[in-house]
């Protein structure tokens, strides 16, 4: 169940910045908060961005997120290689009456 | 520091059941509900369900209903999420993860994953 649309892939090369997109709908995006997450290999997924723009502590400045109707982005700049990781989305969804996952964004560093 | 501490890698035979457990600590356990997220080989995350550690009360997914259960042990601080009538398809890493407020996505603490294999 992803109703949440991810990019499967993103790349840029170390100190460029990369956009990554997120689109739901009505009973998701558009109505909800939106949060992302950073699965490095191997690793349990790790929050990164809340309520749509918000950092927890620790995570560098870098990551920044914004949501636009029933779409969301995640930008991050100056590229790291341990920015290598899968990226997801997630949105509570109305309709499913729970949270609904995009279905990831493997980001590569050239 | 908050900890979700899961148990560890099963095998299982399809038709079979399994119970994962995931201990939290550093926090008031009763504060937050506990979701379960599950994530198969090379796939993207699932959610499974939630409870509410306070009360006990659960929420499933669909496709879930009339297989998962989940409950929980305060005195110990552990949920648990059994899950049944196994086929191969339930081959995938099993995540707990903590919110808030339900009717968030916000999982801010994940426990480290418990892998499931079902094989015949």
């Known amino acids: 169940q992803s109703v949440l649309t991810q990019p499967p892939s993103a790349s840029g090369s170390p100190g460029q910045s990369v956009t990554i997109s997120c689109s739901g709908g009505a009973s998701n995006i558009e109505g909800e908060t939106v949060n992302w997450y950073q699965q490095l290999p191997g690793t349990a997924p790790q929050l990164l961005i809340y309520s749509n723009d918000q950092r927890p502590s620790g995570v560098p400045d870098r990551f920044s997120g914004s949501k636009s109707g029933n779409s969301a982005s995640l930008a991050i700049s100056g590229l790291q290689s341990d920015d290598e990781a899968t990226y997801y989305c997630a949105a509570w969804d109305d309709t499913w009456n729970g949270p609904l996952f995009g279905g990831g964004t493997k980001l590569t560093l050239l | 520091q908050v900890q979700l501490a899961q148990s560890g890698a099963e095998v299982r035979k399809p038709g079979a059941s399994v119970k994962v457990s995931c201990k939290a600590s550093?926090?008031?356990?009763?504060?937050?509900?506990i979701n379960w997220v599950r994530q198969a080989p090379g796939q993207g995350l699932e959610w499974m369900g939630i409870?509410?550690?306070?009360?006990?009360?659960?929420t499933y997914a669909q496709r879930f209903q009339g297989r998962i259960n989940m409950t929980r042990d305060t005195s110990t601080s552990t949920v648990y999420m059994d899950l049944s009538s196994l086929t191969h398809d339930d081959t995938a890493v099993y995540y707990c993860?903590?919110?808030?407020?339900?009717?968030?996505?916000?999982?801010?603490?994940w426990g480290q994953g418990t892998p499931v294999i079902v094989s015949s």
């Open positions: 550093g926090y008031t356990f009763t504060n937050y509900y």
């Open positions: 409870i509410n550690s306070a009360g006990g009360s659960t």
């Open positions: 993860a903590r919110v808030l407020v339900r009717g968030l996505a916000r999982f801010d603490y």
